[in-house]
């Protein structure tokens, strides 16, 4: 069977993924997630890569979860479903993801874009929850990470009408963080994880669980994770080498330890 993604190798620490099913929109059949749950836990175990881009084309992120795919299981075969644990593969990714999106992310695709650590869109993308059409709900965190990023207002809104949001509506409503050009929007997001990339990696790794904690705990407890994190970073050596390269005015170079 032909690889559903194409796969970039790693390049200033960024790994670049592209969602390969254009005859279906890219929708997420259950080759195309085990892929992508490998090749993340690959990287995460990769020292070369320290940030993922994501990305489709300019017609489709990812028009959802493969319907075809779907009705042919039943509750048994749903309950047995082997894509949850390819989902959970991806939640587990330690290292920052941005999303590329343009065209469709709706349903799976729309929830495989807010697995990412940030996202950035072309100005023709749409973000939606269509599965209400279909007779079924959001499975993979639509319902969950769509409320905690824009809302219960129009988190609702969407998941109840299927209705899908603009690019520009889905930046004003915190959902992404910039639009772009449809064909810059790649150029963009590598430029973005390349930044990242370069930092302190145990900084990012921690920086970034922390703003996690963010979502999934109160204030109190996310306050002590971050104040924690914050203290064992004092035992790095990349630590000494950013405060050093301040003070000598060049650039810092981190190892990652
Ligand atoms: C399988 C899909 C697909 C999908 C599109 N295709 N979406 N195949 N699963 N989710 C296929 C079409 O069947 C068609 O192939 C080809 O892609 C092009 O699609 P068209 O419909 O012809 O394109 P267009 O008219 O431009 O309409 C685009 C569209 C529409 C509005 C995005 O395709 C659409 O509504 N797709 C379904 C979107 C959706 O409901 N997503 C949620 C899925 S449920 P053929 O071979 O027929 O020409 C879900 C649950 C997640 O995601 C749960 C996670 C645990």
């Known amino acids: 069977m032909p690889t559903t993604l194409i ?37 995460d175990n990769d020292d070369r890569v320290r940030a993922v881009v ?9 028009a959802g979860a493969d319907i075809k795919e779907m009705a042919e299981r039943d509750l048994v075969g749903m309950l047995e479903d082997p894509r949850q644990h390819h989902w959970a593969a991806i939640t587990r990714f330690r290292k ?12 799976g695709g729309c929830e495989l874009a807010m697995h990412a650590d940030i996202i950035i869109a072309g100005e023709s993308a749409q973000f939606g929850q269509p599965e209400i059409n279909l007779g079924i709900m959001p499975g993979a965190g639509g319902t969950q990470r769509l409320l905690r990023a824009v809302g219960k207002s129009l988190a609702t809104q969407m998941v109840l009408t299927g209705e899908p949001i603009s690019a520009r509506r889905a930046l004003e409503a915190g959902l992404i963080s910039e639009i772009t050009q449809p064909e810059l929007t790649l ?71």
Do not use: W
């Open 96 to 107: 920052p993801i941005i999303a590329a999106v343009n065209g469709y992310a709706l349903g």
């Open 54 to 62: 994501i990305t489709g084309n300019a017609r489709a992120f990812a």
């Open 187 to 257: 150029e963009r997001a590598m430029a973005i994880a390349t930044r990242i990339a370069a930092k302190a990696p145990l900084a990012v790794r921690l920086a970034r669980e922390s703003l996690h904690k963010a979502m999934d705990t109160d204030l109190a407890t996310g306050l002590r994770f971050e104040r924690h994190a914050f203290t064992l970073l004092a035992g790095t050596t990349d630590r000494e080498e950013g405060i050093r390269a301040f003070q000598e005015k060049r650039p810092a170079t981190f190892q990652g330890h």
């Open 7 to 43: 796969i970039t190798p790693p390049l200033d620490g960024v790994l670049c993924i592209r969602l390969n099913r254009p005859d279906a929109l890219n929708a997420l059949n259950t080759q195309l997630l085990a892929e992508l749950a490998d090749t993340l836990s690959d990287a």
